[in-house]
């Protein structure tokens, strides 16, 4: 399995608080992405990172902000959380040298409430 | 635009019958096109790929799925169904041109299999 780790894996907050999700990759690939999933949408993609501190918005991006300081880390916060943010959150790296083989984290379970 | 269709969202199959998962995509490129795979409570597995080499393509678990271009699809199929078959599974298809790697999904299939 691609080393790719998400945290927290749970988290349960209340609207209007902040919210960072963190993901964590050991292959030192160089594009990240963070996709939500809901019922009936399949995954959809909400921001991409193709190297550190170079960062774009995918479809579903309003409400969100994205960060990458290090290769390895890619963060997504919910400046102030919706109840239309609650989802499944996955973390994603592009194997390099693939057309556009992409490899999933865990993911992790968000509920606003 | 790019999308990607998956014409059922439920299918249930008897263990031990064929499983045909389909799949029609939209694309304007020469397209890759992937199938992945979700247990419960998972994250998505990779089950197998298209990448504009042979166009029936093996994948893991002894799936497998053929690229027809003129039809637009990539169906997913397997012999034999087993009750580890059970999951939701989501057609993708990736841009190629420019350097975004974006995936598109469809709305998943579960697959349900029956003793």
């Known amino acids: 399995d691609a080393g790719i780790t998400q945290s927290p894996r749970h988290k349960v907050t209340e609207t209007g608080t902040p919210v960072t999700l963190r993901c964590h990759q050991t292959?030192?690939?160089?594009?990240m992405y963070w996709y939500r999933q809901d019922p009936g949408h399949g995954l959809r993609l909400i921001h991409y990172?193709?190297?550190?501190?170079?960062?774009d918005k995918g479809e579903v991006s309003d409400g969100y902000s994205v960060s990458r300081s290090k290769t390895e880390d890619f963060l997504l916060t919910l400046e102030s959380a919706t109840s239309s943010q609650t989802s499944v959150y996955f973390c994603?790296?592009?194997?390099?040298?693939?057309?556009?083989?992409?490899?999933f984290g865990p993911g992790t379970r968000l509920t606003v409430l | 635009a790019q999308s990607v269709t998956q014409l059922d969202s439920h299918v249930s199959v008897s263990e031990g019958t064929p499983v045909l998962l389909r799949c029609n995509y939209s694309?304007?490129?020469?397209?890759?096109l992937f199938w992945y795979v979700q247990h419960p409570n998972k994250g998505l597995q990779l089950l197998l790929k298209?990448?504009?080499?042979?166009?029936l393509v093996k994948g893991i678990n002894g799936f497998e799925a053929e690229f027809k271009k003129s039809e637009t699809s990539f169906h997913l199929t397997k012999p034999s169904a087993h009750m580890s078959d059970a999951a939701e599974y989501f057609c993708?298809?990736?841009?190629?041109?420019?350097?975004?790697?974006?995936?598109?999904f469809g709305q998943g299939t579960t697959l349900q299999v029956k003793p």
């Open positions: 994603a790296i592009r194997a390099p040298g693939t057309r556009n083989e992409q490899f």
């Open positions: 292959e030192n690939h160089r594009y």
């Open positions: 990172s193709y190297g550190v501190k170079d960062t």
């Open positions: 694309s304007s490129y020469s397209p890759s």
């Open positions: 298209y990448t504009s080499a042979a166009t």
């Open positions: 993708v298809v990736s841009e190629v041109s420019g350097n975004t790697g974006k995936l598109i």
